[in-house]
């Protein structure tokens, strides 16, 4: 059966926890913020240097990073921006990034809809530091 893409439900679509990953009336809730703020302390720079080679979004998710560390940044930004580095953290998401080729989609979807909603903040200061940072991250043995 074929469905137009508008008829779709979120339980059809590849990646149906996106919306609620990224909805501000979740991601912004202080308890929440903070949560998010304890997953990225704790397993952002591990799972980024493991990932660094394969994933093909790293650069962005280190500017993000940046960007979340930068107290320029507005809490709202920084809300949602946690949010979708929490998702790429954490070990269990709708596609096991541990699927060759495939998995990290559903991380890469969550950070283009971060992007679209709040990546006006990221700047060109964060991202050139989080390209270097990568490149050496990828120059390694």
Not at 3 to 32: E, I, Q, Y
Not at 81 to 110: C, S
């Amino acid at each position: 059966m074929v469905r137009a893409f508008s008829a779709m439900s979120g339980a059809d679509k590849a990646s149906p926890h996106v919306n609620g990953v990224l909805d501000p009336a979740r991601a912004l809730v202080p308890r929440v913020v903070r949560l998010n703020e304890r997953i990225v302390a704790k397993g952002f720079w591990p799972k980024l240097k493991k990932v660094a080679a394969h994933a093909p979004f790293a650069a962005e998710a280190l500017s993000v990073w940046y960007c979340v560390q930068d107290p320029e940044t507005p809490a709202p930004a920084k809300g949602m921006m946690l949010a979708a580095l929490a998702y790429f953290v954490l070990p269990t998401d709708a596609i096991p990034d541990f699927i060759a080729g495939i998995g990290y989609t559903d991380d890469a979807a969550v950070f283009a809809a971060m992007m679209a909603l709040v990546g006006r903040n990221v700047k060109p200061r964060h991202r050139a530091a989080a390209k270097a940072a990568v490149d050496r991250i990828r120059e390694r043995p």
